[in-house]
């Protein structure tokens, strides 16, 4: 991919989230048991990275937990901090490009990336994953979540390489014009967390009120 679509695209989130096209503001159905699950680990610093508005960062910490919240778009890290400040409550926000996490090594317990690590290409994804791995602490958990074929995304717009499609044309996606998605097989999740140890592989699929079919895989793993 071209740097001016890479740039083109960064600059199409904040357009995104201006306009209202990520209209997702409830926190996702896992953060409760997730962090369920770091509290009966101890954990005390958590990442949220592609936070975007804030809506799963703010629960966090409104649970107790230190939470930093990464995101290139400007306009999502504002709205994380309106958002923060409206609630009381703390977080710490950084702008910075998923790829190259602006944190020192083993920074964190747990990192969750929900809904934002599929927006690149494999090369992306995997440089993102080897990031994640380098901010989490020896026994940290990482929360992924990864788009399948079976999303009705799948196979829409522009195809720049094998599974992965930049949103050109398509009118349901008329929001999500030059953003990129990648969609991957179960093997494939695997290959790309193969330097974790994966606790938990599940599907997680629904479908929107317009019918249209959601489908991702969740990702809970450690780093050993």
């Not at 690149?120 to 080897?130: A, C, F, H, Q, R």
């Not at 992965?164 to 695997?190: K, M, P, W």
Request: hydrophobic content about 35%.
């Amino acid at each position: 991919m071209r740097k001016e679509e890479r740039h083109q695209t960064m600059i199409t989130w904040d357009e995104i989230f201006r306009s209202g096209g990520f209209p997702l503001e409830e926190s996702h159905q896992s953060l409760a048991w997730l962090c369920a699950l770091f509290k009966g680990r101890r954990f005390r610093r958590i990442c949220d990275l592609g936070c975007g508005t804030g809506r799963n960062l703010v629960p966090i910490a409104r649970d107790g937990f230190e939470a930093h919240g990464i995101d290139f778009s400007a306009e999502g890290l504002r709205r994380s901090y309106r958002r923060a400040k409206d609630a009381g409550i703390d977080i710490e926000l950084v702008r910075g490009d998923m790829k190259k996490i602006p944190y020192a090594s083993a920074s964190f317990d747990a990192l969750i990336c929900i809904y934002s690590i599929y927006h690149g290409m494999l090369s992306d994804i995997e440089e993102t994953v080897s990031e994640i791995y380098r901010v989490l602490r020896d026994g940290g958990l990482a929360y992924i979540t990864f788009q399948t074929i079976h999303s009705h995304k799948y196979g829409k717009g522009r195809e720049i390489e094998a599974h992965t499609f930049v949103q050109d044309r398509d009118i349901d996606c008329q929001h999500e014009l030059g953003i990129l998605h990648h969609f991957s097989s179960e093997d494939e999740v695997h290959r790309i967390m193969r330097a974790f140890q994966i606790i938990k592989l599940e599907l997680e699929e629904f479908r929107t009120d317009d019918g249209a079919k959601h489908s991702h895989w969740q990702v809970i793993a450690e780093k050993v």
